[in-house]
Nanobody, 130 residues
């Protein structure tokens, strides 16, 4: 059974940091693009960050405009895990954060499309207080 399990969420003050982890099991994700999305209450799920596998012309990373310069996505293929380091957190970062994987090739904004991701985790809550 394929599973993505997120962890690391919690309550943090504005300006603080959190590191989210997404542990994959049931198959190897080293050849997949891995992404993070978030969904705030009453809003749609939106793209946060993605990292391509090395086999796709280099493991490039992509970020949504609202998190660029503050969040960093990385992956450890040996551990079948992807991370999201979140620094200088703001109250507007409050949301449920979801990990996702896609097998279909993407590049640039094509990696932002949640429809291309076939595997999803259950999410982890992040609350940033002001």
């Amino acid at each position: 059974q394929v599973q993505l399990v997120e962890s690391g969420g919690g309550l943090v003050q504005a300006g603080g940091s959190l590191r989210l982890s997404c542990a994959a099991s049931g198959r190897t994700f080293s050849s997949d693009a891995m992404g993070w999305f978030r969904q705030a209450p009453g809003k749609q799920r939106v793209f946060v960050a993605a990292v391509r596998p090395d086999s796709w012309a280099g493991g490039r990373t992509y970020y949504g405009d609202s998190v660029k310069g503050r969040f960093t996505i990385s992956r450890d293929n040996a551990m079948n895990t992807v991370y999201l380091q979140m620094d200088n957190l703001k109250p507007e970062d409050t949301a449920v954060y979801y990990c996702a994987a896609r097998t279909q090739y993407c590049s640039g904004v094509g990696c932002f499309d949640r429809a291309g991701y076939h595997y999803w985790g259950q999410g982890t809550q992040v609350i940033v207080s002001s």
